[in-house]
Every structure is written in C-alpha cells, then in structure tokens.
C-alpha cells in the first residue's frame, strides 16, 4: 500500500512555479522540519487497515496537499507545524460541518433538480481547501452529482456512482474520488450545489482540507471557510 512518506521526500522545498489545478502558480519555500511535520501529520489521520480507500487517497494525493501548503506559506511566511503550530504557523484539518457553516452533515431534502450545498464563499488571504472525494454515509444517498463552480467558472459534472461501497472503519459506506482534486487557493471563491435524485435525508460528506494559520483554527470551534 501506498504511503504518504514514499512519496513526499523530506527535504528543504524551494520557491517555484509549478502546475496546480491546471493552472501555473507560485509555490514558496517549506523547511525539511516542517515537510516531516507534515507528513506525520498526514499519516497519522487516518489508518490504512482502519479506512484503506481513504488512506489510499489521501496518501496518492499528499505531494499536492503539500504544495498547496506551500501556496499558503507564501503569504504567511511562518511554516508548517501540523499539531504544534501557534500563531501564525500553518495547520492542516480535515474539514467539518463547522468548515462550510454547518452543524451537521445530515440535509434532508425536499424538492429533487439542482440544490444549494454551500453558497459561494470567498476564501481568506491565509487559507485554502482541497478535496479528494465524498463519502454518504446513509442508508440510501440522495445524491448523483456535484457541480463545482470556482470564480465563476462552472467545472465539469462530478457524478456519484454510489452502488460501488468500500470499506469505510466498521461502516460500509460509498466512497467517490474526485476525478480531478478540487483545489481552493487563498481569496478564490467556490460554490457547491448537487443534483437530487429522491427526496429524503442524505449525509453527503467531503473526504478533504482545510489549510490556516493556527490563530485561525484557535479562533473559533469551528472557524467557516472565509471566516476567521
């Protein structure tokens, strides 16, 4: 099984441009001790026996997480510290209900056609998110598609064929991977909507990050994407 460690090489990152989200950008300078803290970090989330669809891709992502850290360190300039940030060093989460202005995951929808799952946010100067799939872990999902659209720009259909389940902890529950990472960098806005299919309560949950400050996250309980 693929690990983040084989793939994230511990070493001193340097400034660069590269290719994120099927656009050039600017990537700053990360520290050998901060990428180690990072990839800990990032191993330690989730176990690979426990959850492995979800290990596998999240370890097959990491290179792109960490570059995505590096997008944020830009501004900040105070480095990864995972766990043991404070100030203005950066953090990584999984995201939350709290992460887009929820208090549960649990939606129970009562028209089918297109619906609203999160408005259009602007992200901060210090943030960004990223997410890999979606899991519903629900008897019967509700859900067949996701339409993300990023600064006014609709991007392709992410269907969900839910009949394929994986292993999910003790739970067998639908797992979807993204086709394409979606990729928020800071001050780019996003909307999320969905298709659905039947009336009813559905659980749609995203597999993802939301990368801050440590001031940020120490700010709040749960601080909502473009919120500090």
Known sequence: MVSVASLVPIRDYPEETKIIAGRKEKVGSLKADDV??????????????QSPVIHDIIARNAPLILDVIRIVNLETKQGFKGMAARAG???????????????????????????????????????A?????????????????????????????????WMAKNNFGTYQTPIVEQKLPLVVLPE????????????????????????????????????ALGTA
Not at 140 to 146: C, H
Not at 147 to 159: N, R, S
Not at 211 to 220: G, L, P
């Open 36 to 49: 180690k803290q990072f990839v800990v970090q990032l191993e330690h989330l989730v176990h690979p026996q």
């Open 89 to 127: 060093e950066l953090e990584i989460n999984w995201v939350r209900p709290g992460t887009f202005g929820k208090t549960t995951w649990l939606t129970s929808y009562t028209s089918t056609g297109s619906n609203t799952w999160f408005s259009e946010t602007r992200l901060l100067e210090y943030e």
């Open 129 to 161: 998110l990223i997410i890999l799939g979606w899991i519903d872990p629900i008897e019967v999902p509700k859900i067949d598609a996701i339409y993300i659209t990023k600064d006014g720009d609709p991007l392709p259909a992410q269907t969900m064929p």
């Open 188 to 223: 780019h806005k996003f909307k999320i909507d969905v298709n659905v299919f039947a009336t009813g309560d559905d659980k749609l949950e995203p597999i993802g990050f939301h990368i801050r400050r440590a001031e940020d996250f120490m700010s709040a309980t749960a601080p």
